[in-house]
């Protein structure tokens, strides 16, 4: 199943495989990377970062996070910011700004033997930044409002850091291999703790 846009680009912070926390857009090329292999539904290309445009999509993705992070509580936030989250009215806001810059006319489209669909337009010209940014902030409005909202959870996995929708009611993990290791982190801890073994 494709991620949602939106969980992608929160998912640019995950576990780096070595007890740390990678970012994907780290740097201009990290950015141009992503951008590319997602051209199609981010309606930039050809696509060159900068740091500008780093920066930019960066804060959209702090503002996504936070909201992530409403969303999931009171059920605890991703470890990778929970500490250092942006309150989340200037997270709202911020998404807001960036969807203003560049405004959209919406069409249906219906073709025989489809589902009808909504397809948005520019209405206007924008910089391929903004025309990024107000891309990638639409599509967290989409997610929050949309039925994948109440599944959304924080990965319990030691050191996971994802956030993932719940494909079923009892999932606690992003991935089967989240699942193994904290499978393997709890029955660790309790063949370590000495009152829980003690006859
Ligand atoms: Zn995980």
Known sequence: MDLHPALEL????????????ADDLADAEGLTAWVRERAEWLGVSPFDA???ARVEVVAVRQAVRAVFARAVSPGPAS????NRLLPADEAVARLNAAAARQPVTVSLEWPDEAEPSARLHPAGPAD?????????????????TGP??????????????RYFVKAHGRQEWCKPSCGNRARV??????HRAPSENSP
């Open 128 to 144: 391929p930044v903004a025309a990024l940014t107000a891309t990638l902030a639409r599509a967290a409005i989409d997610f929050l």
């Open 50 to 52: 900068d740091e500008r």
């Open 10 to 21: 929160a998912s640019t912070v995950h576990h780096d495989g070595h007890g740390g926390v």
């Open 79 to 82: 470890s990778a910011d929970a």
């Open 148 to 161: 994948q909202r109440e599944r959304l959870r924080a990965c319990a996995a030691p050191r996971c850091v």
């Open 185 to 190: 982190a709890r029955h660790y801890r309790r």
